[in-house]
């Protein structure tokens, strides 16, 4: 999730980011349905490469997004706060298409002085949540993190929350901004799969992640020097495409941008890029 720095003004002044009013969920949305029997990746796991969906998107924010919630995508729908987990739970419980990541993100977690008290609660909820896939997200944003007091709240949500994943066996899906160096540090010391949401460091960064056998890589419909570097010098197996929804795409469909991006950088065909990321994420989340 990579807010402007006016969401979190507005988001502090409101007491929280709302949902746009028109954003339903329920009977309302559509969503794919399997055959009785027949798991989620279907045929994938045989061999012939066929699921119900065209396309994933590995992150997004289906609670906050007016519209683009489309039966041909898998979506991977991410919780950043107790409302926002609370949210998310309900569309992926509701919609077969979507899967639940929850967490507290660092943004939240830096507002709450008695984060050791929060962190019990809000834990044994995410534990409870149908249809969770991963924590996440987490992790560290030193950019809005500007006192010391900020910064040891946000360390201390992280490190819990990394080990609630290990106790629960599910992988983390993790925010760093400004603090990516100290971020991957803190996960060298945790036997956990990870994936490097929106990652914003270096291509050195990146590949001493995946290099080390647990990470991957999720590239959003954003272009810059660095990402295009990691692009490039990353095997595809190790990279997810995501909207991030909608803070940075408008909708999960403008995952299909990022796709492109990695296979222009890639000089892969789009569609063959577009099957192989679908399998990257089935295979992260483990998708039954």
């Not at 609630?164 to 760093?176: D, Q, W």
Request: hydrophobic letters at 40%; charged letters at 25%; a negative charge.
């Amino acid at each position: 999730m990579l807010m402007p720095d006016y969401d979190i003004a507005n988001e502090a002044a409101s007491g929280g980011r709302q949902p746009p009013r028109d954003f339903a969920v329920g009977a309302a949305q559509v969503s794919i349905r399997q055959p009785p029997g027949e798991s989620a990746v279907g045929a994938a796991s045989g061999g012939r490469h066929q699921t119900p969906w065209d396309f994933a998107d590995a992150h997004c924010h289906l609670e906050s997004c007016a519209g683009g919630f489309l039966p041909t995508i898998l979506h991977i729908t991410c919780g950043y706060s107790e409302k926002s987990n609370e949210r998310n739970a309900q569309i992926s419980s509701e919609n077969e298409n979507a899967y639940l990541c929850a967490g507290i993100a660092p943004q939240e977690a830096m507002k709450h002085p008695d984060i050791k008290i929060k962190l019990t609660e809000w834990e044994d909820a995410i534990a409870a949540f149908p249809k969770l896939v991963a924590i996440g997200e987490i992790g560290l944003d030193y950019h809005w993190a500007k006192t010391p007091e900020e910064r040891f709240l946000q360390h201390e949500c992280f490190i819990s929350q990394l080990v609630l994943a290990e106790k629960l066996n599910l992988p983390v899906v993790v925010h760093s901004r400004d603090a990516e160096a100290q971020v991957l540090e803190i996960l060298g010391n945790f036997n956990l799969r990870y994936m490097l949401h929106c990652f914003s460091g270096s291509a050195e960064q990146a590949k001493a992640a995946v290099d080390g056998g647990r990470a991957v890589v999720s590239v959003p419909p954003m272009r810059s020097k660095e990402r295009k570097r990691f692009i490039r010098d990353l095997p595809l197996e190790k990279l997810l495409a995501e909207s991030d929804a909608p803070y940075i795409g408008k909708s999960p469909s403008d995952t299909l941008e990022a796709i492109k991006t990695i296979a222009e950088i890639k000089g892969q065909d789009v569609e063959a890029v577009k099957k192989q990321l679908l399998l990257n994420t089935i295979s992260f989340f483990n998708i039954k």
